[in-house]
Each structure stands twice: as C-alpha cells, then as structure tokens.
C-alpha cells in the first residue's frame, strides 16, 4: 500500500485549504482512516479520523470545528478540509489507517503565516 498525499502549501491565517490522500491497494474501504501531522519538533498527532462507512468521526479538540474530514472509496482517496487557519496548524501532514497500519507516505507542508 502506498500513501500519497497532496495539497499543501503556504497559506495566511484564515485561510483554507483541502489536503487530499490517494491510497493503492484494495483495503481503503474497509479501514478507518486518518489524518495526522507532525510539527517541528513534536510527536506525530492524530487529527481527524473517519470510519470505513463514513459513520463516525473523530477531531482533536484543536481542529473540531475547523477542520473536516471526508473519503471517497471509489477514488481510494481521503480528504482534510481545512478552514479558518492558524500558525498552529503548521506541520507536515500525513494520511494513514487508524490506528497506523501503512508505512508513512511523504506528507505534505502546510505552512501558516500570521
């Protein structure tokens, strides 16, 4: 399974962007997925998680409100919606099973100015 994620990139605070995840392999639909990001200098995080049915979902209190998550299984492709951006959310963000069960794709910069 490869991970290949896209759609960062350097935004002003305020700002939205949609991170977008293509996944190989045939297991995309049956597994809960997630986004997660890593800051500098801090541990990778789980941000947001989506289950294999769309069904449920989960939002670190940081990014509930802001932040949503959404797949397309037909597409093997998971998506982050992200709005009203802060500083804070700057860090490289990574798509994956939840809990992890792929090795890590590349990420992508999202990068906040203030």
């Known amino acids: 399974v490869q991970l290949v994620e896209s759609g960062g990139g350097l935004v002003q605070a305020g700002d939205s962007l949609r991170l977008s995840c293509v996944v190989s392999g045939r297991t995309f639909s049956i597994n809960r997925m997630g986004w997660y990001r890593q800051a500098l200098g801090k541990q990778r995080e789980l941000v947001a998680a989506i289950a294999s049915g769309a069904g449920s979902f989960y939002y670190a209190d940081s990014v509930k409100g802001r932040f949503t998550i959404s797949r397309d299984n037909a597409k093997n492709t998971l998506y982050l919606q992200m709005n009203s951006l802060t500083p804070e959310d700057t860090a490289v963000y990574y798509c994956?099973?939840?809990?992890?069960?792929?090795?890590w794709g590349q990420g992508t910069q999202v990068t906040v100015s203030s």
């Open positions: 994956n099973a939840d809990p992890q069960l792929y090795s």
